[in-house]
């Protein structure tokens, strides 16, 4: 089985379009894949039920159970460890490696979606995604936007990433203009230039989504 842990610089920075693109590619390759999206804050109610935004997402390239998709569905959209509380829900990180322990028995590839980004609170400040990445022993991926602003932020969860001595697989930037413009070309040799990790994929921003030129630096599904 193989399978990555999706994080990224930010909420809001594209991991689950990311991942949706990513798990396009793997069905294209006839992989049998999923995406799991273990904590999911501002969940959505939808034909009388809880629904978790980012599953949905997920749902426009593969097919995915209620069961399957999420573990903690919680209602407000904020950071996890208050959103758990605001339900009173206690979020244990030991049913979540069951779950995914359950999944990689199914599948030959998983995408694990954290939430926000890497130093986002999922207990209190001793348990962060950072630490569910290592708890599921999973190289991660990081997500970055393409426009201004993210040098810094792509560094800052690089070094973060690799003070839990995590195994970075790679990033990839999300949103780029069509062409690229110099700022952003530029952003992805700086990055590069400052962490030594490859970025490894370019989305482009999709006005409909899939309708756009993904460019897959490396064969990362290998
Ligand atoms: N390349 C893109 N082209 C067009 N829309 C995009 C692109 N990337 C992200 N979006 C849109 O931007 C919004 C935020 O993206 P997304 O939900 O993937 O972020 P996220 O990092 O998963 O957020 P969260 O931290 O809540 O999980 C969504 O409406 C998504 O459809
Ligand atoms: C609600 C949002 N879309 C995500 N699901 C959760 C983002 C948590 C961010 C916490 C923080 O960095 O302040
Ligand atoms: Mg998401």
């Given at each position: 089985m193989k399978g990555f842990f999706i994080t990224g610089?930010?909420?809001?920075?594209g991991k689950t379009f990311v991942t949706a693109c990513m798990l396009r590619t793997l069905t294209d390759k006839r992989i049998r894949a999923t995406a799991y999206k273990p904590v999911q804050s501002g969940a959505q109610w939808r034909d009388g039920k809880w629904v978790a935004p980012d599953v949905d997402m997920y749902r426009k390239v593969i097919n995915v159970a209620d069961e399957d998709g999420c573990t903690y569905l919680l209602k407000?959209?904020?950071s996890p460890h208050l959103a758990a509380k605001i339900d009173g829900v206690t979020i244990e990180p030991d049913r979540i490696l069951l779950h995914m322990r359950r999944l990689q028995q199914t599948h030959d590839f998983v995408l694990v979606e954290g939430a926000g980004?890497?130093?986002?609170p999922l207990v209190d400040e001793s348990f962060l995604v950072a630490h569910l990445a290592q708890l599921l022993s999973l190289p991660i991926i990081i997500v970055a936007r393409a426009?201004?602003?993210t040098i810094n932020h792509t560094v800052l969860t690089v070094q973060y990433a690799k003070s839990f001595g995590l195994q970075i697989a790679g990033i990839i930037m999300n949103g780029f203009s069509t062409p690229k413009n110099e700022i952003e070309q530029e952003n992805i040799r700086m990055i590069e230039a400052m962490t030594?990790?490859?970025?490894i994929g370019e989305i482009p921003h999709m006005?409909?989504?899939?309708r756009g030129e993904i460019v897959w630096r490396k064969e990362w599904w290998q």
């Open positions: 610089t930010d909420t809001d920075v407000t959209p904020c980004g890497i130093a986002v426009s201004v602003g030594n990790i490859p970025v006005t409909n989504f899939l």
